[in-house]
């Protein structure tokens, strides 16, 4: 099995989850400064010219940091994307918000703070400040459900952590707002604790 990535955002999501499963997964790592992903073979892969992608042994190919992370799981038998009816859907939930408010957001100030000084381009202020704002915003809901929980879902690390807590190890170079939300930084602390977490790439 084939695991597209770049050392960028979502592509962590993957080669974390990879890892901290400990499968057996092949990285392939595809140069965005180059502008591999928009090459032929690779969009046949991906038509949206976008890291990560999972390309299995029969050859199926899936795209979505997301759906790969459940689908790795799957893979490998985890409850970290939980068969019990009520926990998916709590993990479909976070999965969803997640997207939409907390690393959209989160997402928007790793874009302005680290890739656009990648290739030489200011970051736009009015972008980082409307940006911060909305983070704030999401992560006082996020601050409010962590208070007195281990992880999104309570007792068990599920892939809605692995989503929801991406932008945090880009914290400081990112400049996510994070002063005032203890909880959350807690919850980022015991993900630190996990060596997938701290080291997702593979050895070059
Ligand atoms: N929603 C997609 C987003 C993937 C994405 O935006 N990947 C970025 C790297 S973090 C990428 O490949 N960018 C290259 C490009 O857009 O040309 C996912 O979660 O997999």
Redesign the pocket.
């Known amino acids: 099995m084939k695991l597209y990535y ?1 050392e ?7 080669c974390a989850v990879a890892r901290h499963l400990e499968l057996p997964v092949e990285h392939v790592h ?1 140069d ?1 400064a180059k ?1 591999e ?2 090459r032929p073979e690779f969009l046949a892969l991906n038509p ?5 992608v999972l390309q299995e042994a029969d050859g199926r190919t899936l ?6 992370m459940c689908r790795l799981s799957q893979i490998a038998g985890s409850d970290l994307w939980p068969t019990d009816p009520d926990r998916q859907i709590d993990v479909l939930r976070w999965l969803a918000w997640d ?1 939409q408010h907390f690393t959209r957001h989160g ?1 928007a100030l790793y874009f302005e703070h680290i890739i656009k000084p990648r290739f030489g381009l200011p970051p736009d202020p009015a972008a980082a400040e409307s940006a911060t704002g909305f983070f704030k915003t999401s992560a006082a809901v996020l601050e409010g459900h962590l208070a007195g929980r281990r992880w999104l879902l309570g007792d068990r690390l599920t892939v809605a952590d692995f989503a929801a807590a991406i932008t945090l190890p880009y914290a400081a170079p990112a400049k996510l707002p994070l002063d005032g939300f203890p909880a959350i930084q807690r919850w980022h602390g015991r993900l630190c604790e996990l060596a997938a977490w701290r080291e997702p790439w593979p050895p070059k």
């Open positions: 770049a960028t955002l979502n592509p962590r999501k993957a595809v965005l502008g992903q928009k949206n010219g976008k890291v990560p795209w979505e940091s997301d759906a790969i997207l997402g």
